[in-house]
């Protein structure tokens, strides 16, 4: 139990990450990325070292995720609020506070255009942002080609772009 | 000399890394020279550093402890006992601990054999009366009697008057030979 309490040190505020950026709400999140360490806990003796432990862990959070979100009922616009709180708290000695305005403007616009993805565009974008993983180990971890990957993150990016172009 | 709009498809993968070296050198020299292609390359860096900032802002704010303490409870709640009991055992009976195990037990077994000697008798209780039954090979029983306080052994022969009176015609002897 030791080692494996070792394992959700290292990796729980990343699977959070991960599970989070599909989401959008963190009680959800937070509930998601538990249940993947229980199941990951469970399903240890399957755990092949063929992949690497973080792809696995991922796999499974990302699977939970998106059976979440089609379930999801929960406003989403929860995770936006309270972020912002969040942010401003970070952000105290902050510089110009047009900067921050601006700033605010484009997280804002941000989640709501990335919400507006499909669950597999949200999950390419997502772990290449957090993790900045191979699309090989993206791949892995949707079961998809490293083609798929690319024109996937590709469809993301060129959508979050037309859509945040007049923030940036 | 590639144009802007191939230059574009490919501006995701080279900040990726994933572009082969001749490539990504074409790239990396196309968004030198082109203003609006380093602007498309830095509106893409921009949203990934944006996203990255506020997910990370995010789970900076989820404590460990508590944390790891949803996830125990789910274990305690949603694992049968006997997978309890197994993990129990997994735990504690690991490799390392298992290596005491051998010499421990040679250590148990040799403890009770040496007891004899230190202790006298302890097998047959302090009023030691221990007896052992057989038949000899004259159909006969044998009871071994030994008494630890006055250090006798009685060997008592005698025949088995029911067996006799099954398998014979004559009377049974009635007084064991001693």
Known sequence: MASFQELVSRYHQKVYMVILGLLHNRDDALEVAQETFFRAYRKIGSFEGGSSFYTWIYRIAVNLAIDAQRRQKRNP???RETMDGVLEAQEETARD????????ELRENLIRAINELTPEHKAVIVLRT?????????????GCSEGTVMSRLHYARKKLQDKLSAFL | MRDCESIRQSI???LDGELEAPESESVRAHLASCAECGKAQQQLESIQQMLKK??????????????????QLRIAQRTPWHEQALD?????????????????????????LSLESYVPGWREGRNS?????????????????RENESKTTVIWLYEDQEGENETADEPAKSAPAF
């Open chain 1, 97 to 104: 506070p047009f900067a921050d305005v601006h700033d605010r």
């Open chain 2, 12 to 14: 995701g993968r080279w």
């Open chain 2, 54 to 71: 506020t997910l990370l802002a995010e789970a900076q704010q989820i404590e460990f402890l508590p944390f790891w303490r949803g996830v």
């Open chain 2, 129 to 145: 009366f221990a007896s052992v039954e057989s038949i000899d090979a004259y159909g006969r029983n044998v009871a071994l009697l």
């Open chain 2, 88 to 112: 129990w055992v997994r735990a504690t009976f690991t490799l390392s601990r298992a290596a005491w195990l051998v010499p421990a037990s040679i250590a148990l077994i040799l403890a009770i």
């Open chain 1, 130 to 142: 957090i993790e900045g993983l191979s699309y090989k180990d993206i791949g892995d971890i949707l």
């Open chain 1, 77 to 79: 616009l929860d995770f």
